[in-house]
């Protein structure tokens, strides 16, 4: 037998973190839909290219063998590299910008004054700290996390993703050493640099989920927002 819907209560129940959740969506069908066309012009353009080298005629054998992996080659490293690294950076962009608005909103809707930051962390980073100590929630290995991503976003947006670039290059490189599943490599050719790897940004998202709404729901049940 089913339970009747009460209606009333349902509509006056509170779900937090809908829009977070949505918006968290959002970047992972990105990285899907993005990966998966990557993948369908990588099988396209290896045809073409190919049929290209079919079509071309060499008097030394050499010479067409070095004309076809130099194509071939040329096609996978586009879009087994240059083109997916460029995904993988933008992803990890707009997932910091997504925490970053669900936290500087409840910045906003403090029912404390709010404490100032006393150096040079990152705002949401200190927006985390503070409401994590209030509502003790123990989000510390996440405040963590959250640094060390917007650290690796800044030297993506900043230094294009190369660590000789980046001012903080030493502390940088201690932090990706914390998060497997991002490494140095010198994967563009251009000296050693930020790789991200499959997979990556997909568990950070997950893990993401379940805290973000948590501390959302805390916060609020806590009374640290106004109503």
């Known amino acids: 037998m089913k339970t009747p819907l009460d209606l009333n209560g349902f509509l006056d129940h509170t779900f937090f973190g809908l829009d977070t959740l949505s918006m968290l969506g959002d970047v992972e069908d990105f990285i899907e839909f993005s ?3 990557i993948d369908w012009q990588k099988h396209l353009e290896l045809g073409r290219a190919r049929k290209k080298c079919d079509g071309v005629e060499f008097d030394d054998p050499h010479d067409e063998v070095q004309y076809r992996d130099q194509m071939l080659d040329g096609v996978e490293y586009r879009f087994e590299v240059i083109l997916t690294q460029r995904v993988r950076y933008a ?11 669900v936290l500087l909103a409840l ?3 403090a029912s404390f004054d709010f404490p100032k930051k006393l150096n040079k962390k990152n705002e949401a980073v200190h927006i985390l700290t503070v409401f994590n100590d209030k509502a003790k929630l123990y989000l510390e290995p996440k405040v963590r996390l959250l640094e060390y991503l917007i650290q690796t976003r800044n ?4 230094a294009a993703g190369l660590l000789g670039s980046y001012q903080y290059e030493a502390e940088l490189r201690g932090n990706l050493a ?5 490494k140095i490599s010198n994967i ?4 050693e640099g930020i790789e991200i790897e499959p997979g ?5 998202i997950n893990e993401v989920r379940l805290w973000l709404p948590t501390l959302e729901r805390a916060v609020s049940e806590q009374g640290l927002l106004r109503k």
């Open 35 to 37: 990966e998966r066309n």
């Open 91 to 101: 992803a990890l962009t707009a997932l910091i910008t997504t925490i970053e608005w």
């Open 107 to 109: 910045k906003d809707r």
């Open 155 to 158: 030297c993506i947006v900043h």
């Open 178 to 182: 914390e998060m497997p599943g991002l």
């Open 188 to 191: 563009n050719f251009l000296g």
């Open 200 to 204: 990556f940004l997909e568990n950070i």
